[in-house]
């Protein structure tokens, strides 16, 4: 089929008609030679923002060496990040594969697996949260349990059972003697920034050890120093058995992982999982490129301190448009604006002042700037921000 101007992209995306040619730190240059803030940071992906020396150096390097080697053997760059992680984390082992949704297809496969190893292979249903965001696979659609991305793709993947956020009554009942494990995100992203009390995760902790379950903490969004700390759960002190990652693990680059306890993982054996392109060392190296910046002195002390002076400008505008924001929420560098005029026009407004955000579930626009932004970037930041307010408080009558 022919025609230039017309996209041969699937059209999945109701796509805004702006395209960036390069970027540098926090700022992106579009093909229109104009200058964005950029606080979506591909949808907190680019936790070094753009074109960081460290990663174009580590990537550059391992270029020259090899792109990919099959899991057929050993790779020792992802025997180095595995350790690594497991260093940094709860975890004794490691499973790299390519995105998020993968990520948690690992991990619910690897929490049906524990029980069937254990000889209840009957324990398989997970409980899960409305307004969570787990992938768009069909294992990881089912968790998500959003209706709309279900509807039409056929029968739904049984042994999901969502109960609304912070009821531990209903999680209780929904709780049998099938039940595997509890899948939840320490902070909704896609959801709309909606933070979860930590005083909920430890009583889901509990749970899970009173009734031999799992927990399992979707760090997808929220890991790799997006909150302030390397990981959410180490905010809030409740340690999962299974973590998936990926967004802000390769600053950029695909990646995901699930790390696991070895108790968990007790279950995947050799054949039972796999990912051609998992562990690649271009990824690993982009990943320990991350790691080694986000771990730097100093970093995330950096990432709370501009996320508390973000918040705190933040609150300031609420008070002086109360008609267009009605609550500023989040952690760390996972900031949400819950919006009273439609979050889609604020975030046309914020594109109109030259800077990208993210619209989220309940009327919240996501705030995700590179985590290597400065105070003097906020400030900038703030100031469009409330150049967008003025601009939408003459329309909200
Ligand atoms: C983005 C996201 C996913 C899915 O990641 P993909 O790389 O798009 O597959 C899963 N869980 C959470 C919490 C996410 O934010």
């Not at 975030?347 to 995700?368: F, K, P, Y």
Request: glycine share 12%; net charge negative.
């Amino acid at each position: 089929m022919s025609g230039s101007s017309a996209s041969h992209l699937l059209p999945t995306y109701a796509r805004v008609d702006l395209a960036f040619e390069r970027g540098e730190g926090v700022w992106l240059t579009a093909t229109n030679g104009q200058r964005y803030l950029d606080f979506t940071s591909g949808v907190a992906v680019n936790a070094l923002g753009h074109a960081h020396p460290a990663l174009v150096e580590a990537i550059s390097e391992q270029v020259k060496k090899t792109l990919h080697v099959s899991n057929l053997y050993r790779i020792p760059e992802a025997e180095k990040i595995a350790a690594r992680l497991c260093e940094l984390t709860f975890a004794d082992l490691v499973f790299f594969c390519n995105s998020g949704a993968e990520a948690m297809e690992g991990a619910i496969k690897t929490a049906r697996r524990y029980h069937a190893a254990n000889g209840q292979p009957e324990r398989f249903r997970i409980v899960t949260f409305e307004g969570a965001f787990h992938g768009r696979t069909l294992a990881t659609l089912a968790a998500t349990g959003n209706k709309k991305y279900l509807d039409g793709f056929g029968p739904v993947l049984e042994g999901f059972d969502q109960v609304p956020l912070g009821d531990l009554d209903a999680v209780k009942k929904a709780v049998t003697p099938e039940t595997a494990a509890i899948l939840i995100e320490p902070i909704q992203g896609e959801g709309g920034v909606r933070v979860v009390e930590p005083s909920f995760l430890r009583e889901l902790r509990a749970l899970c050890d009173e009734r031999g379950m799992l927990l399992i903490f979707d760090e997808v969004q929220t890991g790799v120093g997006r909150t302030g700390e390397l990981f959410a759960y180490q905010r809030v002190g409740v340690t999962p058995d299974i973590m998936s990652l990926a967004k802000a693990l390769g600053g950029g680059f695909p990646i995901g992982a699930f790390l696991v306890t070895a108790e968990a993982g007790k279950g995947m054996t050799a054949g039972l999982h796999g990912s051609t392109f998992g562990g690649n060392p271009l990824a690993m190296a982009a990943a320990g490129a991350v790691l080694d910046v986000v771990l730097g002195d100093g970093f995330l002390e950096q990432v709370r301190q501009n996320g508390l002076l973000l918040k705190q400008k933040l609150a300031s505008i609420k008070d002086r448009f109360p008609s267009v924001i009605a609550e500023v929420r989040g952690e760390g560098l996972l900031v949400g604006l819950r919006a009273v005029v439609p979050a889609g026009d604020l975030v046309d407004a914020l594109r109109a002042e030259n800077m990208i955000t993210v619209a989220a579930g309940e009327n919240v626009v996501r705030l995700l700037p590179p985590l290597i932004i400065s105070a003097a970037e906020i400030a900038e930041a703030v100031t469009r921000i409330e150049r967008a307010c003025v601009r939408l408080q003459g329309t909200a009558r």
